[in-house]
């Protein structure tokens, strides 16, 4: 339910407005009129942003704004945010909506908000919810307007008498108060919430309970002031009641979640203990660098008051470690020696001379981040931990805020003008045309849709979550925050991300692999050391499929031109892959410094000293910061600002503020001539925007160089236990090729040796029965039980044993899962067509036919079939059929500047954009042989739309050409091939 005023004078007559020099939210000196909104996310109900509604309700001169979303309260930080932008006044609240009620709260206070909080999620969670029934229990600290008769009779009990209003024409015997429900800007905005509220209702929650506001678009002073001229106390209440909601959200204190069984006064005591404890484990010998660094991070943590956080994520760590669970930090956290010595990482800072103020500063107001990474199977063990370890009331995940995107609009609209499900889907696919399905999609495309769960974000907090913030259902049955992970650190509480990595879960299971099929273990974090000169010989060929962040087409080239020889060099190449460095030239300029030992001078003779590892290139965000600090005397804390605005696409009037302050100022003090100053800015104005944190990527560098060492040391259990997580940017079929050009035998699925995961077979690997479609986990299951008690016999004491599903053994034959269970695949087949008999009922005949005379599948055969059953050629790569004459993709490195054909199989497609802002297209082809990278200049574009997505072999023909020892083609012409 909305509500509005006007207010005695516009805020273009009383001058400009008077804001808090430190909050930057207008005082409360100036005239506060109250009027409310609806905006997009009142989810399927409304359409326009808070952006749209703050500018258009300042363009009419309102200095006052309030949001009631529906049911909601998901858009109270990206509100709050831009009204203070904007210089005006936000007021919170929310529009209940229940089957039989249509309530508006206004918050007044903390209390209040609290409150509300938790009336949200009762409306959500509480499948017995009853607004009236629960009002007592939240009331305080809110201003509650009806129009509903019945149920004003209701809330005035509840309800003092100056925080219960109702519109004029109600009559009641309750305060009026001025208020319309405000929903739209303009025409278009109608037609748009017309069509949202289309789809709401065809969704699979239905249309859920209606308002019964219209659709009213926002008046100016004079038009609202006319509405309620023969009431002007009801003017005068919207106009008290705003000046009373003095909540601001932004102004919150942060509410850390807490450790269990640790008193407040002890906890940063047993933070110091755990840590020194730590130090001693992991170093033979504490020198005085590293305990200083230790008792200084420590000090920062106490001063900011951030010991309870770092406490919680120990006991996070210390559950996944007692469980065997792999983890490790990511991100900046990296960088702090906190982490390392409490075994959040296994990287240490000192040696990777990482910067723990680019985690942490004394200047720092927000709450860092630590994000970690678990093995992507049991990542849900850990948050199932944090609700039972908390308490299942003070643990919630984060929302992910589904917009609307081209494709999924388009489907939604189609089904919303009445199109038939065959045409929508067709409609979808296209993509792209004219009329009214595109157009209105066009306009829904950024709105919110609906909430979903954010892939690793969860907040805890001392006290129930309900209270602190919104709680909804999403749409797979978890319960989450109706804040994403922008709004629910500015709201006050804080996200620590769970995150899944399968790199971790490879290296972790290829260790047990190795374990238990080799005469010796692995101790990886001391055998597979930095140098490894295996391990480098993968990477500097790029022969690194499979290896952490460094499979990419890009990388390959990258970690080929680089010659990369140890762990520190790979972090750089994670580092110089960005986009930035190669649109600026900075990742050849990288390469002909570190390779070809090309001549170059530092700007300031200090920069060899703060640059000398990186050829004197800021490839780091920390490299900005240190040159802030040791070269033009910035404070710590005044660097991380600099850092952040060099790098960010902040206003201009704030980049040309520390342009004048940097060259100006400090580069002046500090004894740097104009023109050197000028010459270092230019630079970190160049690098910046493209830094990346140096803590991240050395420890991906880490896991990446880990992956590297068990594909050259330990090939057979890395391919295994690769398969077994597979997530890369290729299909599982590229990867089992590549085991098999390393000479690792790679065999189809079989009853009788396969398991649910891919297993050592002797030298080979056997494929796991879970890559044979519609075979579900519950079967595989019982298959694999049945035949650890005995091997099957043949089909029919397979069929006895397991009970399939219709249609699942059928493919298991003829993929050659059964071979020797019966005298052929066509045998067998045929035998499926009868029942299975039961050994001890008489038989007058036998109804199978156990003839050898049926010839076995030939071998096109079987690899059709292992192509449609299982997505992989076990029996012969089909680049082999082709028949097309063609180069294999290894011998392309003796054709170069030739013009060339190769076949084979579209691996991987993308589009990127040049620096002139047109397309191009890439695309890796895969053979028998390896990988090929074909490129498409932008005249060449619609070849590469031709082929991008086809699924059988095609051809390729260009020109061959060769840089950073990378071999690419330039396609001239391509197309299908037979």
Same mark, same amino acid.
């Given at each position: 339910?909305?509500?509005?005023?006007?207010?005695?004078?516009?805020?273009?007559?009383?001058?400009?407005?008077?804001?808090?020099?430190?909050?930057?939210?207008?005082?409360?000196?100036?005239?506060?009129?109250?009027?409310?909104?609806? &905006?997009?996310?009142?989810?399927?109900?409304?359409?326009?942003?808070?952006?749209?509604?703050?500018?258009?309700?300042?363009?009419?001169?309102?200095?006052?704004?309030?949001?009631?979303?529906?049911? &909601?309260?998901?858009?109270?930080?990206?509100?709050?945010?831009?009204?203070?932008?904007?210089?005006?006044?936000?007021?919170?609240?929310?529009?209940?909506?229940?089957?039989?009620?249509?309530?508006?709260?206004?918050?007044?206070?903390?209390?209040?908000?609290?409150?509300?909080?938790?009336?949200?999620?009762?409306?959500?969670?509480?499948?017995?919810?009853?607004?009236?029934?629960?009002?007592?229990?939240?009331?305080?600290?809110?201003?509650?307007?009806?129009?509903?008769?019945?149920?004003?009779?209701?809330?005035?009990?509840?309800?003092?008498?100056?925080?219960?209003?109702?519109?004029?024409?109600?009559?009641?015997?309750?305060?009026?108060?001025?208020?319309?429900?405000?929903?739209?800007?303009?025409?278009?905005?109608?037609?748009?919430?017309?069509?949202?509220?289309?789809?709401?209702?065809?969704?699979?929650?239905?249309?859920?309970?209606?308002?019964?506001?219209?659709?009213?678009?926002?008046?100016?002073?004079?038009?609202?002031?006319?509405?309620?001229?023969?009431?002007?106390?009801?003017?005068?209440?919207?106009?008290?009641?705003?000046?009373?909601?003095?909540?601001?959200?932004?102004?919150?204190?942060?509410?850390?979640?807490?450790?269990?069984?640790?008193?407040?006064?002890?906890?940063?005591?047993?933070?110091?203990?755990?840590?020194?404890?730590?130090?001693?484990?992991?170093?033979?010998?504490?020198?005085?660098?590293?305990?200083?660094?230790?008792?200084?991070?420590?000090?920062?943590?106490?001063?900011?008051?951030?010991?309870?956080?770092?406490?919680?994520?120990?006991?996070?760590?210390?559950?996944?470690?007692?469980?065997?669970?792999?983890?490790?930090?990511?991100?900046?956290?990296?960088?702090?020696?906190?982490?390392?010595?409490?075994?959040?990482?296994?990287?240490?800072?000192?040696?990777?001379?990482?910067?723990?103020?680019?985690?942490?500063?004394?200047?720092?107001?927000?709450?860092?981040?630590?994000?970690?990474?678990?093995?992507?199977?049991?990542?849900?063990?850990?948050?199932?931990?944090?609700?039972?370890?908390?308490?299942?009331?003070?643990?919630?995940?984060?929302?992910?805020?589904?917009?609307?995107?081209?494709?999924?609009?388009?489907?939604?609209?189609?089904?919303?003008?009445?199109?038939?499900?065959?045409?929508?889907?067709?409609?979808?696919?296209?993509?792209?045309?004219?009329?009214?399905?595109?157009?209105?999609?066009?306009?829904?495309?950024?709105?919110?849709?609906?909430?979903?769960?954010?892939?690793?974000?969860?907040?805890?907090?001392?006290?129930?979550?309900?209270?602190?913030?919104?709680?909804?259902?999403?749409?797979?049955?978890?319960?989450?925050?109706?804040?994403?992970?922008?709004?629910?650190?500015?709201?006050?509480?804080?996200?620590?991300?769970?995150?899944?990595?399968?790199?971790?879960?490879?290296?972790?299971?290829?260790?047990?692999?190795?374990?238990?099929?080799?005469?010796?273990?692995?101790?990886?974090?001391?055998?597979?050391?930095?140098?490894?000169?295996?391990?480098?010989?993968?990477?500097?060929?790029?022969?690194?499929?499979?290896?952490?962040?460094?499979?990419?087409?890009?990388?390959?080239?990258?970690?080929?031109?680089?010659?990369?020889?140890?762990?520190?060099?790979?972090?750089?190449?994670?580092?110089?892959?960005?986009?930035?460095?190669?649109?600026?030239?900075?990742?050849?300029?990288?390469?002909?410094?570190?390779?070809?030992?090309?001549?170059?001078?530092?700007?300031?003779?200090?920069?060899?000293?703060?640059?000398?590892?990186?050829?004197?290139?800021?490839?780091?965000?920390?490299?900005?910061?240190?040159?802030?600090?040791?070269?033009?005397?910035?404070?710590?804390?005044?660097?991380?600002?600099?850092?952040?605005?060099?790098?960010?696409?902040?206003?201009?009037?704030?980049?040309?503020?520390?342009?004048?302050?940097?060259?100006?100022?400090?580069?002046?003090?500090?004894?740097?001539?104009?023109?050197?100053?000028?010459?270092?800015?230019?630079?970190?104005?160049?690098?910046?925007?493209?830094?990346?944190?140096?803590?991240?990527?050395?420890?991906?560098?880490?896991?990446?160089?880990?992956?590297?060492?068990?594909?050259?040391?330990?090939?057979?259990?890395?391919?295994?236990?690769?398969?077994?997580?597979?997530?890369?940017?290729?299909?599982?079929?590229?990867?089992?090729?590549?085991?098999?050009?390393?000479?690792?035998?790679?065999?189809?699925?079989?009853?009788?040796?396969?398991?649910?995961?891919?297993?050592?077979?002797?030298?080979?690997?056997?494929?796991?029965?879970?890559?044979?479609?519609?075979?579900?986990?519950?079967?595989?299951?019982?298959?694999?039980?049945?035949?650890?008690?005995?091997?099957?016999?043949?089909?029919?004491?397979?069929?006895?044993?397991?009970?399939?599903?219709?249609?699942?053994?059928?493919?298991?034959?003829?993929?050659?899962?059964?071979?020797?269970?019966?005298?052929?695949?066509?045998?067998?087949?045929?035998?499926?067509?009868?029942?299975?008999?039961?050994?001890?009922?008489?038989?007058?005949?036998?109804?199978?036919?156990?003839?050898?005379?049926?010839?076995?599948?030939?071998?096109?055969?079987?690899?059709?079939?292992?192509?449609?059953?299982?997505?992989?050629?076990?029996?012969?790569?089909?680049?082999?059929?082709?028949?097309?004459?063609?180069?294999?993709?290894?011998?392309?490195?003796?054709?170069?500047?030739?013009?060339?054909?190769?076949?084979?199989?579209?691996?991987?497609?993308?589009?990127?954009?040049?620096?002139?802002?047109?397309?191009?297209?890439?695309?890796?082809?895969?053979?028998?042989?390896?990988?090929?990278?074909?490129?498409?200049?932008?005249?060449?574009?619609?070849?590469?739309?031709?082929?991008?997505?086809?699924?059988?072999?095609?051809?390729?023909?260009?020109?061959?050409?060769?840089?950073?020892?990378?071999?690419?083609?330039?396609?001239?012409?391509?197309?299908?091939?037979?």
């Amino acid at each position: 339910m909305k509500i509005g005023c006007c207010f005695e004078t516009r805020i273009t007559d009383c001058g400009s407005l008077t804001t808090d020099p430190q909050t930057h939210r207008p005082t409360k000196t100036m005239r506060t009129p109250l009027f409310t909104i609806k &905006s997009y996310y009142s989810l399927l109900r409304a359409s326009v942003s808070v952006r749209r509604w703050c500018e258009a309700a300042l363009g009419f001169g309102y200095d006052t704004v309030a949001l009631t979303d529906t049911n &909601s309260l998901s858009g109270a930080v990206d509100f709050s945010k831009t009204a203070r932008e904007l210089g005006m006044y936000p007021i919170l609240g929310a529009e209940i909506l229940t089957a039989n009620e249509q309530v508006l709260f206004l918050i007044k206070t903390e209390q209040g908000y609290r409150n509300l909080c938790r009336l949200i999620s009762a409306r959500h969670l509480d499948h017995q919810f009853d607004l009236i029934e629960f009002l007592p229990q939240v009331y305080q600290g809110l201003v509650c307007i009806c129009h509903q008769r019945d149920v004003i009779e209701r809330l005035k009990p509840i309800f003092a008498r100056e925080d219960l209003f109702a519109h004029p024409e109600a009559q009641m015997d309750v305060e009026p108060i001025a208020w319309r429900a405000f929903t739209i800007l303009e025409e278009g905005d109608m037609t748009v919430s017309r069509l949202l509220m289309e789809i709401r209702r065809l969704s699979g929650d239905g249309a859920g309970p209606h308002g019964h506001h219209g659709f009213n678009p926002l008046l100016g002073e004079r038009q609202w002031a006319q509405l309620f001229q023969s009431c002007p106390r009801a003017l005068d209440n919207a106009k008290q009641v705003a000046k009373r909601c003095e909540f601001d959200l932004l102004g919150r204190d942060v509410i850390f979640p807490r450790p269990k069984q640790i008193r407040a006064d002890q906890r940063h005591r047993e933070l110091a203990r755990l840590c020194h404890r730590g130090a001693a484990q992991r170093y033979t010998l504490l020198d005085r660098e590293i305990v200083k660094r230790l008792e200084s991070e420590l000090h920062t943590i106490e001063v900011h008051g951030f010991s309870d956080y770092f406490l919680v994520v120990c006991e996070i760590m210390e559950f996944a470690k007692a469980q065997g669970i792999p983890a490790e930090v990511r991100g900046s956290a990296a960088g702090s020696l906190v982490s390392h010595v409490l075994g959040f990482t296994r990287v240490c800072p000192v040696r990777n001379n990482l910067y723990f103020e680019r985690f942490l500063n004394p200047g720092r107001t927000d709450c860092p981040d630590i994000d970690i990474d678990f093995c992507w199977r049991r990542r849900d063990e850990v948050i199932r931990f944090c609700y039972e370890h908390w308490g299942e009331d003070h643990v919630a995940m984060v929302c992910n805020i589904n917009r609307f995107r081209k494709r999924g609009a388009i489907r939604d609209v189609a089904r919303a003008l009445g199109y038939p499900p065959d045409q929508v889907e067709q409609i979808a696919q296209q993509g792209r045309g004219h009329g009214p399905v595109y157009d209105l999609a066009e306009k829904l495309i950024g709105i919110p849709r609906h909430l979903g769960v954010h892939c690793g974000g969860i907040v805890i907090a001392p006290e129930p979550m309900a209270c602190l913030a919104p709680l909804t259902w999403s749409t797979k049955g978890v319960i989450i925050t109706q804040y994403d992970k922008r709004a629910v650190e500015p709201a006050g509480l804080v996200k620590i991300d769970l995150l899944a990595n399968r790199a971790l879960s490879t290296v972790h299971d290829a260790i047990e692999l190795i374990a238990r099929h080799y005469p010796a273990t692995v101790d990886i974090e001391d055998q597979a050391v930095a140098t490894d000169p295996q391990a480098a010989q993968v990477i500097s060929q790029g022969d690194s499929l499979g290896i952490f962040q460094s499979e990419s087409p890009g990388m390959r080239q990258l970690v080929r031109g680089l010659r990369v020889k140890n762990q520190r060099e790979l972090a750089i190449a994670l580092s110089l892959i960005r986009p930035g460095p190669a649109q600026g030239g900075m990742k050849a300029e990288y390469i002909a410094r570190h390779v070809h030992h090309k001549p170059f001078t530092y700007l300031h003779p200090s920069l060899e000293t703060l640059l000398g590892d990186t050829y004197g290139v800021m490839l780091y965000q920390e490299d900005v910061m240190r040159i802030a600090v040791e070269l033009a005397g910035y404070t710590v804390a005044e660097a991380a600002q600099f850092r952040s605005d060099v790098s960010k696409q902040v206003s201009s009037t704030r980049l040309q503020a520390q342009y004048e302050d940097f060259v100006y100022v400090r580069a002046e003090r500090a004894g740097l001539d104009r023109e050197t100053a000028e010459n270092i800015w230019n630079q970190i104005l160049q690098f910046a925007a493209y830094s990346f944190c140096k803590a991240h990527s050395t420890v991906y560098a880490h896991i990446a160089w880990q992956t590297a060492f068990l594909k050259a040391r330990y090939p057979l259990a890395f391919y295994c236990s690769l398969f077994n997580n597979h997530q890369g940017m290729y299909p599982m079929r590229v990867y089992v090729w590549d085991a098999i050009r390393h000479g690792i035998p790679v065999l189809p699925p079989h009853v009788n040796h396969s398991d649910s995961k891919w297993v050592i077979e002797g030298k080979r690997i056997r494929a796991s029965l879970g890559r044979v479609k519609g075979f579900c986990a519950d079967t595989i299951q019982t298959l694999v039980r049945e035949r650890r008690k005995r091997p099957f016999q043949d089909l029919h004491d397979l069929r006895m044993r397991v009970r399939f599903r219709k249609g699942q053994l059928e493919p298991l034959i003829a993929v050659g899962a059964c071979d020797g269970l019966g005298p052929s695949r066509p045998a067998m087949l045929k035998q499926m067509l009868f029942p299975p008999h039961d050994a001890r009922a008489p038989m007058l005949f036998d109804p199978y036919d156990r003839s050898t005379d049926q010839p076995e599948f030939d071998r096109l055969q079987k690899l059709q079939a292992e192509i449609e059953i299982t997505g992989i050629p076990f029996t012969f790569h089909p680049e082999l059929l082709i028949k097309v004459k063609h180069v294999s993709a290894a011998r392309l490195s003796g054709y170069v500047n030739s013009h060339v054909t190769i076949a084979g199989f579209i691996a991987a497609a993308r589009r990127a954009k040049t620096q002139d802002n047109r397309v191009m297209g890439f695309v890796t082809l895969e053979d028998a042989s390896g990988l090929a990278e074909v490129s498409f200049f932008p005249d060449q574009l619609e070849l590469y739309r031709r082929i991008a997505t086809c699924g059988g072999p095609v051809w390729i023909r260009g020109k061959v050409t060769e840089h950073l020892s990378s071999i690419t083609i330039e396609c001239t012409q391509c197309g299908q091939a037979a």
